[in-house]
């Protein structure tokens, strides 16, 4: 079992919309969960950081965590065609130094 | 703030050659992570260099190996190429005390 999972999609949705992207994780002792952004040919790029559970907001985006069923979900309001991308989950265990991602989900915004 | 700079940004080489690329980190953080990224794989962790140890390695064979230097800037070379190691390799800088990692633009091999 990997440590992330992520449902690759890939994901359309018309401008405007709530976009949910989601990932589960194997171990519950991760603690520090964190999503990028990559659009293509580029390295990804840190959108949110959280720690434990909880949500946590900037701007159109949310990170929410959820312990108990080993959940994290990211979600974007008013989604931009500018938010065509591919979207990682990631994780780092305590303790830990090396981090693990999920594959990654493409999506795009139809204008 | 300066970010991660990764160099070259592109290179093309042939099968059987050796190729070095270079990661200079976010000033201040000293741990630095390389991985590759395939369509297929997503990314693959390879090392990570703390303070110019490698703390944690990934399942890749010893043709990749790494090193990181006082400053904390990384090398990580890749020997004897195949043309499977064509890919987008990343490296990612972090305080290395459970925060979040930051990642340079990438180095995007063509092994031909």
């Known amino acids: 079992q990997k440590e992330v999972e992520q449902d690759p999609g890939p994901l359309s949705v018309p401008e405007g919309a709530i976009v949910s992207l989601n990932c589960t994780y194997s171990?519950?002792?991760?603690?520090?969960f964190m999503w990028y952004r990559q659009y293509s040919r580029k390295g990804p790029e840190l959108l949110m950081y959280?720690?434990?559970?909880g949500n946590k907001e900037d701007g159109r985006f949310t990170a929410q965590v959820d312990k108990s069923s080993k959940y994290i979900s990211l979600f974007i309001r008013d989604s931009q065609p500018s938010d065509s991308a591919t979207y990682l989950c990631?994780?780092?265990?305590?303790?830990?130094?090396?981090?693990?991602f999920g594959t990654g989900t493409s999506l795009t915004v139809i204008p | 703030k300066a970010g991660v700079t990764q160099t070259p940004r592109y290179l093309i080489k042939t099968r059987g050659q050796q190729v070095t690329l270079s990661c200079s980190p976010i000033s201040g953080h000293r741990s630095v992570s390389w991985y590759q990224q395939t369509p297929g794989q997503g990314l693959q962790f390879l090392f990570e260099?703390?303070?110019?140890?490698?703390?944690n390695k990934g399942n890749f064979p010893g043709r990749f190996s790494g090193r990181q230097f006082s400053n904390s800037r990384s090398e990580m070379n890749v020997s004897t190429l195949e043309l499977g190691d064509s890919a987008l390799y990343l490296c990612a800088s972090s305080r290395g005390d459970e925060t979040e990692a930051f990642f340079g633009q990438g180095t995007r091999l063509t092994v031909v």
């Open positions: 959280t720690y434990s559970s």
């Open positions: 171990n519950s002792a991760f603690q520090y």
């Open positions: 990631a994780t780092l265990p305590p303790r830990g130094n090396q981090f693990y």
């Open positions: 260099y703390f303070s110019e140890t490698q703390r």
